[in-house]
C-alpha cells in the first residue's frame, strides 16, 4: 500500500527553481532513499513532503490524506527529522518526549511505556535528565529521532540522518530504520553516504537542479550506466559527470 505519494511538486524562490515537477511514491514497509548533490532541491522537497513549506504546485498524500485538504490527519502519520535537530534545548530528553507525546494526544499510560522503551532502544538512560543543550550532536540526533517515532507515524521522512555521527551511533540509527520497515512504517531518508543507501534502500530517486533524474532499485538504476558501475560513478554521471571529468583532467595535469 502506498502510504506517501507526491505529485509533481514545485517551488521557486524569486527565478530559482527549487524543485521542479518532482513526483514520488513509498509503500508500506519500504525504505526509499533520497540522493542528490547539495543544493539539488532534497530539503526542499521534504519540507513540502511534510508541510513546512506550501509548494506552488502539486499534491501531497500521507496514508490516504491530502495534506493540504485534511493537513491535521496527514501530519499526524507522518514522523519527521531534519538534518540539524531542531529540539528545545532547555527540557531534559525526558521532559521533551512528554511534551511530544501531549502534542499528539498519547494517554498517559501510553506515553509511558514508550518512553521508556525508546529510552533504552536508543541508549539514553543516562541523558535522560540533562538538558539536551549539554547533549553532543549524535545524541540530540537519537533524541530526535526517538521523538519522531514515539507516535508510532506511518510515514517516517529523515533529512541525513546519519550526518555527523560516529560508527556506533550510526549502526544504531541504521539498525532503528529496518526495524521500523519491518513493522511497516515508509521511510524516505535523504543521504550523502552512498553505501547506507545501497545497502538499506530498496529504491532510490536521484534529483538534480530541482529536478527527478532517476528512480528505481539500485541494481536496474547500475543496469542503466556502462558494465561494472558502482554507485558512486552512477550518482557522478548522472548529477554532474562533465564537470567531475574536468577537476581529475585538471588535478591529472591533463
Same mark, same amino acid.
Given at each position: 500500500?502506498?502510504?506517501?505519494?507526491?505529485?509533481?511538486?514545485?517551488?521557486?524562490?524569486?527565478?530559482?527553481?527549487?524543485?521542479?515537477?518532482?513526483?514520488?511514491?513509498?509503500?508500506?514497509?519500504?525504505?526509499?532513499?533520497?540522493?542528490?548533490?547539495?543544493?539539488?532541491?532534497?530539503?526542499?522537497?521534504?519540507?513540502?513532503?511534510?508541510?513546512?513549506?506550501?509548494?506552488?504546485?502539486?499534491?501531497?498524500?500521507?496514508?490516504?490524506?491530502?495534506?493540504?485538504?485534511?493537513?491535521?490527519?496527514?501530519?499526524?502519520?507522518?514522523?519527521?527529522?531534519?538534518?540539524?535537530?531542531?529540539?528545545?534545548?532547555?527540557?531534559?530528553?525526558?521532559?521533551?518526549?512528554?511534551?511530544? &507525546? @501531549?502534542?499528539?494526544?498519547?494517554?498517559?499510560?501510553?506515553?509511558? !511505556?514508550?518512553?521508556?522503551? *525508546?529510552? +533504552? =532502544? $536508543?541508549?539514553?538512560?543516562?541523558?535522560?535528565?540533562?538538558?539536551?543543550?549539554?547533549?553532543?550532536?549524535?545524541?540530540?540526533?537519537?533524541?530526535?529521532?526517538?521523538?519522531?517515532?514515539?507516535?508510532?507515524?506511518?510515514?517516517?521522512?529523515?533529512?541525513?540522518?546519519?550526518?555527523?555521527?560516529?560508527?556506533?551511533?550510526?549502526?544504531?540509527?541504521?539498525?532503528?530504520?529496518?526495524?521500523?520497515?519491518?513493522?511497516?512504517?515508509?521511510?524516505?531518508?535523504?543521504?550523502?553516504?552512498?553505501?547506507?543507501?545501497?545497502?538499506?534502500?530498496?529504491?532510490?530517486?536521484?534529483?538534480?537542479?530541482?529536478?527527478?533524474? &532517476? @528512480?528505481?532499485?539500485?541494481?536496474?538504476?547500475?543496469?542503466?550506466? !556502462?558494465?561494472?558501475?558502482? *554507485?558512486? +560513478? =552512477? $550518482?557522478?554521471?548522472?548529477?554532474?559527470?562533465?564537470?567531475?571529468?574536468?577537476?581529475?583532467?585538471?588535478?591529472?595535469?591533463?
Amino acid at each position: 500500500m502506498t502510504m506517501l505519494l507526491a505529485q509533481n511538486l514545485s517551488k521557486s524562490y524569486g527565478k530559482l527553481q527549487a524543485v521542479d515537477d518532482v513526483s514520488l511514491q513509498v509503500a508500506a514497509g519500504e525504505i526509499v532513499g533520497f540522493l542528490g548533490p547539495n543544493g539539488a532541491g532534497k530539503t526542499t522537497t521534504l519540507k513540502m513532503l511534510i508541510g513546512l513549506l506550501r509548494p506552488d504546485k502539486g499534491r501531497v498524500n500521507i496514508g490516504g490524506f491530502d495534506l493540504n485538504d485534511e493537513p491535521v490527519r496527514a501530519r499526524r502519520r507522518i514522523g519527521y527529522v531534519p538534518d540539524v535537530p531542531n529540539l528545545y534545548e532547555k527540557l531534559t530528553p525526558l521532559e521533551f518526549f512528554h511534551f511530544t &507525546a @501531549d502534542v499528539f494526544r498519547l494517554d498517559k499510560e501510553t506515553a509511558q !511505556k514508550r518512553i521508556a522503551d *525508546l529510552i +533504552e =532502544l $536508543f541508549d539514553l538512560g543516562e541523558h535522560g535528565k540533562k538538558l539536551i543543550s549539554s547533549l553532543s550532536h549524535g545524541t540530540k540526533q537519537k533524541v530526535s529521532l526517538a521523538a519522531a517515532v514515539l507516535h508510532r507515524p506511518e510515514v517516517l521522512l529523515l533529512d541525513e540522518p546519519t550526518g555527523g555521527l560516529d560508527p556506533r551511533a550510526t549502526r544504531k540509527i541504521k539498525d532503528i530504520m529496518l526495524e521500523l520497515s519491518r513493522s511497516g512504517c515508509a521511510i524516505l531518508f535523504s543521504t550523502h553516504i552512498l553505501e547506507i543507501a545501497e545497502n538499506m534502500c530498496n529504491r532510490l530517486y536521484i534529483i538534480n537542479k530541482g529536478k527527478i533524474v &532517476a @528512480d528505481g532499485p539500485v541494481d536496474r538504476l547500475k543496469e542503466t550506466t !556502462k558494465e561494472g558501475s558502482t *554507485l558512486e +560513478e =552512477l $550518482f557522478i554521471e548522472l548529477t554532474g559527470g562533465s564537470e567531475y571529468d574536468e577537476v581529475v583532467k585538471y588535478l591529472s595535469g591533463r
